[in-house]
């Protein structure tokens, strides 16, 4: 078994059992100087505000994110963020993935989509410790509702890969123009 396979399988039998476990934590990153923060609408095929997640998107299945389309953001805007949390964990908001680097044009994620890949996104580091989308996957039998939501910045967030949720919250401080959410739930 490779040297780091037995802790992490013992870290993920742990949060099963306990539920999910975040790291460190986060201010409130604040909206850029002289602006009102705007509002950008995320929709996705796969499922709709308040509906449940489709198992395909979860730990349960292909574990792939959904696909997602958000409206285009005010101007002025120099960087798109993805972050997708469970606010409804345990121990606080457990971090699912962190997606950066993005272009301000950048509106669409298709089902599945490789983000390093196709838009030149970089990962930070998500509650499960990977630098990639981890779906849905509260314990058995709790219903968690997980926030999609797209950031539009002010600045270029070409940052170093692998930031925790408080370093980027932290980078994204004093530079939100724009959001928006789309919440769905999962139970298994």
Same mark, same amino acid.
């Given at each position: 078994? #490779? ?23 986060? =201010? ?6 002289? #602006?009102?923060?705007?509002?950008? *609408? ?12 489709? =198992? $395909?998107? *979860?730990? @349960?299945?292909? @574990?792939?994110?959904? $696909?997602?389309?958000?409206? &285009? ?9 993805? =972050? =997708? ?12 993935? %962190? ?5 301000? $044009?950048?509106? &669409?994620?298709? @089902?599945? *989509?490789?983000? &390093? ?36 910045? $002010?600045?270029?967030?070409? %940052? ?11 980078? %994204?401080?004093?530079?939100?123009? &724009?959001?928006?959410?789309? *919440? ?5």
């Amino acid at each position: 078994m #490779h040297v780091f396979a037995r802790p992490l399988a013992l870290a993920l039998l742990l949060m099963s059992e306990s539920g999910c476990q975040k790291t460190g934590s986060s =201010i409130t990153p604040r909206v850029a100087p002289g #602006h009102t923060l705007e509002s950008i *609408t995320v929709t996705s095929h796969a499922f709709g505000g308040g509906a449940r997640v489709p =198992i $395909d998107y *979860t730990c @349960d299945g292909r @574990d792939v994110i959904p $696909d997602l389309t958000f409206s &285009a953001p005010p101007p002025g805007t120099q960087s798109i963020v993805l =972050i =997708i949390d469970d606010p409804d964990a345990p121990s606080g908001v457990f971090t699912h993935m %962190l997606a950066y680097n993005l272009s301000a $044009d950048f509106h &669409a994620v298709a @089902d599945g *989509t490789d983000l &390093a890949a196709s838009a030149g996104a970089r990962f930070g580091k998500n509650d499960f410790g990977n630098l990639r989308y981890n779906g849905p996957c509260p314990p058995k039998q709790e219903v968690h509702r997980y926030r999609f939501t797209a950031v539009a910045v $002010d600045r270029s967030t070409d %940052l170093r890969e692998g930031l925790t949720r408080p370093e980027l919250d932290n980078e %994204l401080d004093g530079h939100l123009l &724009a959001e928006g959410t789309l *919440t769905g739930t999962f139970s298994h």
